[in-house]
C-alpha cells in the first residue's frame, strides 16, 4: 500500500512562499505520476500541479508562473515551491498518486495565506 506524506504547510503572508514536500513509500512499483490537489473550504478540489518520472509537468492555470513542481525519483518525493502567495491560495493541499488503477492520497497539509 502506497503512503503519501506531506509536509511544509503553513501560514504566509500575501507575497509570500512556501515549500511543500509529498514523500512515497511503500508501492512495490515505481509511481510514474505524483502531484497536488487543493481543496479550499466551500470550493471544488483543484488539481494545481502533476509531475511525471522523468520531470514532465503540468501546472493549473490558476498557478503558472507563481508555482513550480519537482521531483526526485530515487527517493519518490515531489516538491511543490509556491510563491507570490495569494489569498485564494488558501486550502488544504493534498499530495496525490495513481497507481495500477487506484487513486492514493495524502492526508494533507494545509496552507493559509493572510494579509
Known amino acids: 500500500q502506497v503512503q503519501l506524506v506531506e509536509s511544509g504547510g503553513g501560514s504566509v503572508q500575501v507575497g509570500g512562499s512556501l515549500t511543500l514536500t509529498c514523500a512515497a513509500s511503500g508501492s512495490i512499483e515505481p509511481l510514474r505520476d505524483m502531484g497536488w490537489v487543493r481543496q479550499a473550504p466551500g470550493k471544488n478540489r483543484e488539481m494545481v500541479a502533476l509531475?511525471?518520472?522523468?520531470?514532465?509537468?503540468t501546472l493549473g492555470n490558476s498557478v503558472r508562473g507563481r508555482f513550480s513542481i519537482t521531483r526526485d525519483d530515487a527517493k519518490d518525493t515531489i516538491y511543490l515551491q509556491m510563491t507570490s502567495l495569494r489569498h485564494e491560495d488558501t486550502a488544504m493541499y493534498h499530495c496525490?498518486?495513481?497507481?495500477?488503477?487506484?487513486?492514493?492520497w495524502g492526508q494533507g497539509t494545509q496552507v493559509t495565506v493572510s494579509s
Open positions: 496525490w498518486a495513481p497507481l495500477s488503477g487506484r487513486e492514493n
Open positions: 509531475v511525471s518520472r522523468g520531470g514532465g509537468y
